[in-house]
């Protein structure tokens, strides 16, 4: 419910549901560190948003929100932040 960075972020296309407050949001910094993608991440991602989202968030380090990634279909459902832990 809050920043999910690296392989908190990579992982989410290994999992069956995700959740996600409206705060969160979700970051690749890989490419800036001089690392290559983890976690299936170079594979699952273009498959789950497609090649352009998926190339801007693995090599451009580009933050998604919670409300994006909704739309390309990385997190299934966003509750309110002061809701999440109830709804969750």
Do not use: H
């Not at 451009?60 to 919670?66: D, I």
């Amino acid at each position: 419910n809050g920043p999910a960075l690296g392989i908190s972020a990579t992982t989410l296309g290994l999992c069956d549901i995700v959740f996600a407050s409206e705060k969160a949001y979700f970051k690749t910094p890989f490419t800036t560190l001089g690392l290559s993608p983890e976690g299936c991440s170079s594979y699952l991602f273009p498959k789950i948003m497609g090649y352009a989202k998926a190339n801007r968030m693995l090599y451009f380090s580009e933050p998604m929100s919670s409300q994006e990634a909704l739309s390309v279909g990385l997190v299934t459902e966003i509750f309110p932040d002061d809701l999440f832990w109830s709804k969750a």
